[in-house]
């Protein structure tokens, strides 16, 4: 992405509304950081968020969603909102989900999606700050089930740069959709590169590391 899109799309604290945000994005500026922004597709959609190697991803997300001032949710085991942190999680845009239960598949989560008149869902494929071989695919399904579009977020290190500006409208087209995934976050690195999941779904069969295969399927629960 070309240096005039960046300015187009940068983030500026004077032309936010409120002093949270402008605050927000002022204590982002102040440890290096810049956001670019992109106004969303629709009222509904799916946040993809990659590469997530760092549990200061978390923080800088954060930032970044009081900076936008959006009610973004986000998926977590249960158990995460039974302790003293509970609450806050849920301040935070946290929706406990009961793994093994039909409250986490794919068409119910979808129709909450639909019913509401603003839902936008931020999820990272990875799941894992490890290395793992592949993306989980619940995000793509919950995209198709619920109709939605995908806005690839990326966390930036080396550039310090958190950007929320690349759209796809998924097509079904899994290999199509999957290369416009892979174009979007070419080039952008997290905290700890080398345990960036390559970006491929893991219901396909992919290499691990040790070079042996793997094969699984995520297609009944958004994870």
Do not use: C
Not at 102 to 122: F, K
Not at 192 to 206: M, Q, Y
Request: charged share 20%; hydrophobic share 40%; glycine share 8%.
């Amino acid at each position: 992405m070309d240096q005039s899109t960046h300015l187009q799309y940068q983030l500026r604290p004077r032309e936010l509304p409120t002093w949270s945000q402008r605050g927000a994005l002022r204590v982002l500026g102040l440890f290096g950081w810049r956001m670019l922004y992109r106004p969303l597709p629709g009222p509904r959609g799916i946040a993809v968020v990659y590469p997530h190697t760092s549990n200061w991803d978390f923080i800088v997300g954060v930032f970044g969603k009081w900076a936008l001032a959006l009610p973004f949710r986000w998926l977590a085991k249960d158990t995460l909102f039974k302790g003293p942190l509970g609450n806050w999680f849920r301040a935070l845009g946290g929706e406990p989900v009961e793994r093994g239960t039909p409250s986490g598949t794919i068409r119910l989560q979808a129709e909450r999606m639909n019913a509401a008149d603003w839902y936008w869902l931020a999820i990272t494929p990875e799941a894992t700050r490890s290395y793992r071989p592949s993306w989980k695919s619940g995000f793509y399904h919950l995209a198709l089930a619920a109709k939605v579009p995908l806005v690839l977020v990326y966390i930036d290190y080396p550039n310090k740069t958190l950007g929320v500006i690349d759209h796809v409208f998924p097509s079904g087209d899994q290999e199509r959709d999957m290369a416009a995934i892979r174009r979007a976050y070419d080039g952008h690195l997290g905290l700890h590169p080398a345990n960036a999941a390559p970006i491929v779904l893991s219901e396909r069969r992919v290499e691990a590391r040790d070079g042996s295969n793997e094969e699984s399927s995520d297609e009944s629960r958004a994870k």
